[in-house]
């Protein structure tokens, strides 16, 4: 005979064991070699159809520069030096990260709230890892806090290597944990 309160937890740990799985699959995959890209520009410092000199295509009828004609066509200063302008750096504390972020904070905070309460009426905390602190409430609040700042901190490194749709989806899923946990407090309080 199970349970229910078994069953509670055999689903809820193997819910965290999933994201825990997801979680380490996406750092494997997002190594630096998916973010590093050669740029055709950064090549070729001279003008558009310029070559350096040990890289010029030769052959034997190659034309030296003096064999030109005076009519012949040349590229104009202005269209030679018109390269595209590089795009504007992404900043990280944009208004979409901001957003993100409180969200978390939020949910982080509204968590915390219902696990102290459920706590502090003789529940017990499903979270392994969240177990270890939940002995005080200035221990659960420092879980809860560095959670926080790890995903600030994730997303930031994301941000760096140049991963920004990982620097997104690092703070959403963590609001997919909470909004779950908070979900599942106030259904068993």
Do not use: C
Request: charged fraction near 10%; hydrophobic fraction near 45%; glycine fraction near 8%.
């Amino acid at each position: 005979m199970t349970y229910p309160q078994f069953q509670d937890i055999r689903f809820l740990s193997a819910a965290i064991w999933q994201s825990a799985k997801s979680l380490t699959l996406v750092a494997l995959l997002s190594g630096a070699g998916f973010a590093q890209a050669v740029s055709v520009a950064t090549l070729n410092d001279g003008p558009p159809g310029s070559f350096p000199e040990n890289s010029a295509p030769s052959s034997p009828a190659a034309p030296n520069a003096s064999s030109f004609a005076h009519g012949a066509v040349t590229a104009s200063p202005t269209s030679a030096n018109a390269l595209p302008e590089a795009p504007s750096p992404l900043r990280f504390w944009d208004n979409e990260n901001r957003a993100l972020f409180t969200t978390v904070a939020a949910l982080s905070a509204a968590d915390f709230a219902l696990t102290r309460s459920i706590l502090q009426n003789g529940g017990k905390e499903l979270n392994p890892v969240t177990r270890l602190f939940s002995g005080s409430t200035a221990g659960l609040a420092a879980n809860f806090a560095g959670e926080t700042a790890g995903i600030i901190g994730l997303s930031y490194i994301f941000h760096k290597t140049g991963h920004h749709q990982l620097e997104r989806l690092t703070p959403m899923l963590n609001m997919g944990a909470s909004v779950f946990a908070v979900i599942y407090d106030l259904n068993h309080r």
